[in-house]
């Protein structure tokens, strides 16, 4: 079973730019799609942004042209770089894998916490 530790994330102002790891133990991630969720408190976790096996990658239109999703296979780590980000881009980010049978996004990690000051 693969296991998915974020880091990276903190306090910064407005404007400012942080980049996210997601670092999977326990076997390779290459063959799995990988995506960023976020959950700000009192709303559902949303999605941010996904990789596929492929690197075909997809965003939230509220995150297009700011944040670029991306992966190293030999680190077997996902990365989520994140410019321009404003206040309401705060939340806990989480990395998660998807099943390659079910194609639910199965395994999560414990999330990062991203806090954008105006």
């Known amino acids: 079973q693969v296991q998915l530790v974020e880091s990276g994330g903190g306090l910064v102002q407005a404007g400012g730019s942080l980049r996210l790891s997601c670092a999977a133990s326990?076997?390779?991630?290459?063959?799995?799609?990988m995506a960023w969720f976020r959950q700000s408190p009192g709303k559902e976790r949303e999605f941010v942004a996904a990789?596929?096996?492929?690197?075909?990658?997809n965003y939230a239109n509220s995150v297009s042209g700011r944040f670029t999703i991306s992966r190293d296979n030999a680190k077997n780590t996902v990365y989520l770089q994140m410019n321009g980000l404003k206040p309401e881009d705060t939340a806990v980010y989480y990395c998660?894998?998807?099943?390659?049978?079910?194609?639910?996004?199965?395994?999560w990690g414990q999330g990062t916490q991203v806090t954008i000051s105006s």
């Open positions: 326990g076997r390779a991630i290459s063959m799995n799609d």
């Open positions: 990789i596929s096996a492929y690197n075909t990658k």
């Open positions: 998660a894998a998807r099943n390659a049978i079910t194609a639910r996004y199965d395994v």
